[in-house]
């Protein structure tokens, strides 16, 4: 016998309020994919064998799984039906609009919005075109492809060898001083500066395109 990992039990009187037996398996389905993914929309496909049921008052709905392939076990009022679903997951993502070119800056025409079956899509996508705009692409992005937030950076802002300031502090004593970047990075980013004074390498924080506080 099939093990069910995912149990819903739920009263007779409001399984009866939801209408249909697809409405009711459907809103108890949704439940658990929101738990995973609270932006996520759900659509299941039913087979022909659902209309058995119609008309009767469900009183539970046992799920094995709730994406992709899945079965439920659902007891009415005058029986208890094993039915096959197909469960799908859809999401709003950020895709390429066009391609995009390893290291190329991404700006707002590059990219958009759509709702696309992310069902079994294992890339960390994004929702949002404002977390994608300014940033650099750590690969090449076909027209189309989903946007991996894994695969974007921050732009550099400082570039090796150009001059930085400096931000020294010791206690409540603080300076300024004149260095040179010995890395590149995006702001955030922790890389190595020389003082031009005593010429001593010091690890520092990018807060601009021309400023640096030592960590």
């Known amino acids: 016998m099939k093990i069910f990992l995912c149990t819903l039990l739920f009263p007779l009187s409001l399984l009866a309020e939801q209408g249909s037996v697809e409405t009711a398996v459907h809103q108890e389905i949704e439940k658990l994919v929101k738990r995973e993914c609270d932006s996520c929309s759900v659509k299941i496909d039913f087979p022909d064998a659902i209309k058995e049921l119609s008309g009767e008052t469900v009183s539970s709905v046992d799920v094995d799984q709730y994406r992709g392939r899945a079965n439920a076990l659902i007891q009415t009022n005058k029986q208890t039906k094993k039915i096959p679903l197909s469960v799908r997951w859809f999401d709003k993502v950020v895709i390429a ?69 400096i931000n020294l502090s010791s206690g409540q004593l603080s300076m300024t001083v004149s260095g040179k970047a010995k890395g590149v990075g995006a702001v955030g980013d922790i890389i190595p500066v020389q003082i031009n004074k005593t010429k001593k390498k010091v690890m520092a924080k990018i807060i601009d395109n021309s400023t640096a506080r030592m960590e």
């Not at 079956?117 to 977390?131: E, I, L, P, R, W």
Request: hydrophobic share 35%.
């Open 97 to 165: 609009q066009k391609n995009i070119r390893h290291g190329s800056l991404i700006s707002e025409s590059d990219v958009k919005v759509i709702e696309k079956d992310v069902t079994f899509n294992k890339a960390a996508y994004v929702g949002d075109v404002s977390k994608v705009i300014g940033m650099v692409g750590k690969r090449k992005y076909v027209r189309g492809q989903i946007i991996d937030e894994n695969y974007i950076k921050k732009a550099n802002v400082v570039r090796y060898g150009q001059p930085i300031k």
